[in-house]
Every structure is written in C-alpha cells, then in structure tokens.
T-cell receptor, first 111, second 111 residues
Framework: KAGVTQTPRYLIKTRGQQVTLSCSPI?????VSWYQQTPGQGLQFLFE???????NKGNFPGRFSGRQFSNSRSEMNVSTLELGDSALYLC??????????FGEGSRLTVL | GENVEQHPSTLSVQEGDSAVIKCTYS??????FPWYKQELGKRPQLIID?????GEKKDQRIAVTLNKTAKHFSLHITETQPEDSAVYFC??????????FGTGTSLTVIP
C-alpha cells in the first residue's frame, strides 16, 4: 500500500506570493491533517479534513486554508507569504483505527 | 482543549543504557496515545501506541506505559543503539478529535 504522498517536496517562493501544497492520503483513509514544523519547534496543527469537511482547526491566521476533494486528496494554500512561513509542511492521513501516518513533507522557503 | 507536556526536551544516554521519556495530558477523554520518531530530515514515524484500555504495551526494545489516573504515559527504550538517536514526539487524542503533540525530546545515544 502506498504511503502518504506530498508534492512538491521542495519549493522556494518570495514574500507576498501564494503557494499550494498537495497531499494524497493512504488509500482508504478519509481524514487528512496538516502540520507546520519549524526548526526547534514541534508539530503545529493547521487543520484536519474528513469527507471533504474541515473537522478541526488550529490557531493559524486566515492566510492558511485547505480543502479536501471527493477522492480524499487534500490541498493547503498559503496566501501573502511571509518570511516566517518558511517551514516543513507535513500532511498526515488517519486510519479507521485512528492511527496517524505522515508524508515526507513539503519544505517551503520564503525569500 | 487538550494540553500535552513532554519531558525532557533533550536526553543523552550511553549506548546500551535505557531511555525514558514522559508525557502528561490534561483531557480525561483522550483515549489514544501514540509515539513518533523523527530522524533528521525525515518524516515522523509511528513507533508504538497505546489505547486507554491497556496499561502497558511492548514491541521488542520499546515499551509504553499509561497511567490514566495520573494522566501520564511514558516511552521506554532499552538497550539503546546509535540508530535510536532522533526526536521523539508523544501525542494524545480521542475519536474525531485532533492530535495534540508534545514538544519533542531529542535523544542522543553515545557510542
């Protein structure tokens, strides 16, 4: 069974631009969560989608948004990028037993 | 909401010694407690988990214990090896809720 797949793996943007990251969950998993990880920081929860609906939301500004499609694939978007948005963005899918499995992440650098 | 605290933030042990990482949680409704290992530059990987109806679980050199009354759970690694060096995260959640992660423990195993 394929794992959680995230694209792109690396990207560089400039301040003010926007970015869209994509995540394909493990087959059969209907829940997808997004996390931001910065050096020395833990895993900061962004949001979780289940069956195309946002089920949980973290404490991030409205510049961070997401969506989920009918095939459970998810995208997250960050608008008006700031230097502080440079981070590793991790997607995770959740099994029916509640286990969370992470993708390799998308490393965003904002210049 | 749930609050998960993790200690210590850094831990150094000699190869062959044991390592123990402790987490506390605040929400008595939490019923699933996973542990993740994240090696440098890689994704967090689920290494062991425990549910609230179990007090202890072992998998070879790693074990997790749960004390529901005191609301704390611990990761035990015996006979540590250099490849155990990584950052370890604990988490707590319940059905349909987001995962709440600890801030991580950087474990270094000294050969």
């Amino acid at each position: 069974k394929a794992g959680v797949t995230q694209t792109p793996r690396y990207l560089i943007k400039t301040r003010g631009q926007q970015v869209t990251l994509s995540c394909s969950p493990i087959s059969g998993h209907r829940s997808v969560s997004w996390y931001q990880q910065t050096p020395g920081q833990g895993l900061q929860f962004l949001f979780e989608y289940f069956s195309e609906t946002q089920r949980n939301k973290g404490n991030f500004p409205g510049r961070f948004s997401g969506r989920q499609f009918s095939n459970s694939r998810s995208e997250m978007n960050v608008s008006t990028l700031e230097l502080g948005d440079s981070a590793l963005y991790l997607c995770a899918s959740r099994s029916v037993l509640g286990e969370l499995f992470f993708g390799e992440g998308s490393r965003l650098t904002v210049l | 909401g749930e609050n998960v605290e993790q200690h210590p933030s850094t831990l150094s042990v000699q190869e062959g010694d044991s390592a123990v990482i402790k987490c506390t949680y605040s929400d008595s409704a939490s019923n699933y407690f996973p542990w993740y290992k994240q090696e440098l530059g890689k994704r967090p990987q689920l290494i062991i988990d425990i549910r609230s109806n179990v007090g202890e679980k072992k998998d070879q050199r790693i074990a997790v214990t749960l004390n529901k009354t005191a609301k704390h759970f611990s990761l035990h690694i015996t006979e540590t090896q250099p490849e155990d060096s990584a950052v370890y995260f604990c988490a707590a959640t319940n059905t349909g809720n987001q995962f709440y992660f600890g801030t991580g423990t950087s474990l270094t195993v000294i050969p």
